[in-house]
């Protein structure tokens, strides 16, 4: 089945202790992108790759590292999370960065 | 960012009414789509118009483009409660990623 996936769905964490979301997309997809969602600010992109060791800063990079050294995997880093990252992410995966994206399940973060 | 914006942000109806909802956009745009959310899960795609076309049909779903008002409305025709959820519009602007608008919640009561 063609899909997205992501761990953990829910984390709750302190201040300052490191942590990777890992995302996973089985559909041989070359753009890979990381969205936050907050409650009357929709949908911002944090990161997004074109290709394997191309990654680019979206909208809301300040926090937060990616890695693309595999196709299929696009973790999320935040090196000393904050509690202004408590949000619900989602990974997201489409052929080209402009076609139909599929996304991920989403995480849920809160951080301390 | 070049985001789309929803309207109306929020839209109750009844089962078996039709709901509509618009998107604007500010600039041209390669093509726009339209997913839907259910609360706190993954978006879903539900169609792709591109900007040579006018009109798209999906089942129960109509999407209409008009460029030169830059807009979009989304058509759900015969709606059930399971079309209950958030609907977003996203504009593929040529650059790097789509632009997302907030989105329109739909209540679709029995």
């Known amino acids: 089945e063609a899909q997205v996936t992501q761990n953990p769905r829910y984390l709750i964490t302190v201040t300052g202790k490191k942590l990777t979301v890992t995302c996973s997309q089985n559909m041989n997809h070359e753009y890979m992108s990381w969205y936050r969602q907050d409650p009357g600010l929709g949908l911002r992109q944090i990161y997004y790759s074109m290709n394997v060791e191309v990654t680019d800063k979206g909208d809301v990079p300040e926090g937060y590292k990616v890695s693309r050294k595999e196709k299929r995997n696009f973790p999320l880093i935040l090196e000393s999370p904050s509690p202004n990252q408590t949000s619900l992410y989602f990974c997201?995966?489409?052929?080209?960065?402009?076609?139909?994206?599929?996304f991920g399940p989403g995480t849920r973060l809160l951080v301390l | 960012s070049q985001q789309g914006e929803e309207d109306p942000q929020a839209l109750s109806i009844q089962e078996g009414e039709n709901a509509t909802m618009n998107c604007s956009y500010k600039?041209?745009?390669?093509?726009l789509q339209w997913y839907r959310q259910n609360s706190g899960r993954g978006l879903v795609h539900l169609i792709l118009?591109?900007?040579?076309?006018r009109e798209k049909h999906s089942g129960r779903l109509r999407v209409t483009l008009d460029t030169s008002k830059k807009s979009s409305s989304l058509l759900i025709t015969a709606s059930r409660a399971a079309d209950t959820a958030s609907y977003f519009c996203?504009?593929?602007?040529?650059?790097?990623?789509?632009?997302f608008g907030k989105g329109t919640s739909l209540l679709v009561t029995p």
């Open positions: 118009i591109r900007s040579n076309e």
């Open positions: 996203a504009t593929d602007w040529g650059g790097y990623a789509l632009n």
């Open positions: 997201a995966s489409s052929l080209s960065n402009g076609e139909t994206q599929y």
């Open positions: 600039t041209s745009i390669n093509n």
